[in-house]
Structures are given as structure tokens and as C-alpha cells.
């Protein structure tokens, strides 16, 4: 069966550092893209962070530009997320494109979702 699993996770203070990851089983990421997007209480899911295949392509928005780091090993996307601010509390998922090319906008596998609380 084709699954995310992600990890990571949980409550930090305002300032500190997390680090989520996802890992595919039954499927390779080898030849597809992996996001990491995030959802807030009320608001829509934003896309965070892209990475392609063989790291040819890296995109951050805006908000986390310069704060997180996204990587790939096999078959393990991680999102490194420092300086943690308020504001970046949400559910963060993680997904695959369910094909090549699409640069994390044709998502076709979804991680399970983890919170991330960042509060004094």
C-alpha cells in the first residue's frame, strides 16, 4: 500500500527549532516532487515548500524563506524549521505529485498530518 508517514512535530516556544519528515512506502519519490504545505485554524492550506527530483528545483514562500529548509534522502522529505514564530502554528502535511513534473501542484499521496504548536 502507497502511504506518508510523517514524524516530527509537537509544541516549541517562539524562537526554537522542529523538524518534520515524511517517507514514502510502497512508492518511490525518486521521480516526483514533495511539498510541505501547512493549515492553519481558519484559514486555507498554503504550500510552504516544494523540492524536485535530484534537488534540481527549490521553492519556499514568502513566510518560511530563510527559517526552513527542505531536503530529500531516499526516499524521506524533511522540512529543518527554525526561528519558529506564533504564526506558524498549523497542521503541516506533506505530499507527493502523483507523477513527474508537476512541481508539487498535482499532489497524489498525502502524509497523515502533524501539528505544530508555537507558543510561550
Known amino acids: 500500500q502507497a502511504q506518508l508517514v510523517q514524524s516530527g512535530g509537537g509544541w516549541v516556544q517562539p524562537g526554537g527549532s522542529l523538524t518534520l519528515s515524511c517517507t514514502a512506502s510502497?512508492?518511490?519519490?525518486?521521480?516526483?516532487?514533495v511539498g510541505w504545505f501547512r493549515q492553519a485554524p481558519g484559514k486555507q492550506r498554503q504550500g510552504i515548500s516544494c523540492?524536485?527530483?535530484?534537488?534540481?528545483f527549490i521553492h519556499y514562500s514568502d513566510s518560511v524563506k530563510g527559517r526552513f529548509t527542505i531536503s530529500r534522502d531516499k526516499n524521506t522529505v524533511s522540512l529543518q524549521m527554525n526561528d519558529l514564530k506564533a504564526e506558524d502554528t498549523a497542521v503541516y502535511s506533506c505530499a507527493a505529485d502523483g507523477a513527474p513534473g508537476y512541481y508539487c501542484s498535482r499532489p497524489g499521496h498525502w502524509g497523515q498530518g502533524a501539528q505544530v504548536t508555537v507558543s510561550a
Open positions: 510502497g512508492f518511490s519519490l525518486d521521480n516526483v516532487a
Open positions: 523540492i524536485s527530483t535530484s534537488n534540481a
